[in-house]
């Protein structure tokens, strides 16, 4: 391999790793009506919410940290920061896994909570009236 290759190559593996740590910074929007609460998952579909018995909807979805998304079987047993949204008949549908700077911002627990707050969708920030 001549040299001006391995050059271009270990250049454009430099110009990457920026690109790679951007993309785990982007926010993440989460819909108005999601919830915030501490997920385990028992034997899927069966899963703790809030330390309280539910279990996840049909083609629902778990979203990681880096927002791909995760098997429900992959994290048994695992305590895990979530906001989740729940389907008309109360089954769990989408997840997301929390990162350490999402957990930090405030976020309703319970739809009464949701009432009585005033949301930003574009700052993705709840602010408490």
């Known amino acids: 391999m001549s040299r001006c290759a391995l050059l271009g190559a270990a250049l454009a593996a430099a110009l990457s790793v920026p690109c790679i740590a951007q993309a785990q910074q982007v926010q993440r929007n989460f819909p108005q009506n999601a919830l915030r609460g501490e997920l385990v998952v028992m034997q899927p579909p069966e899963i703790a919410l809030n330390g309280r018995a539910a279990r996840l909807?049909?083609?629902?979805?778990?979203?990681?940290?880096?927002?791909?998304?995760?098997?429900?079987?992959?994290?048994?047993?695992?305590?895990?920061?979530?906001?989740?949204?729940?389907?008309?008949?109360?089954?769990?549908?989408?997840?997301?896994?929390?990162?350490?700077?999402?957990?930090?911002?405030?976020?309703?627990?319970?739809?009464?909570?949701?009432?009585?707050?005033?949301?930003?969708?574009?700052?993705?920030?709840?602010?408490?009236?």
Do not use: C, H
């Open 57 to 129: 909807a049909p083609g629902s979805r778990i979203r990681g940290q880096n927002n791909m998304l995760v098997m429900s079987g992959a994290i048994v047993g695992t305590k895990l920061v979530v906001n989740y949204t729940v389907d008309d008949l109360g089954l769990v549908k989408d997840v997301w896994v929390l990162r350490e700077e999402e957990a930090r911002k405030v976020w309703p627990k319970t739809p009464e909570e949701a009432a009585r707050w005033a949301f930003d969708p574009a700052a993705q920030v709840w602010v408490k009236r």
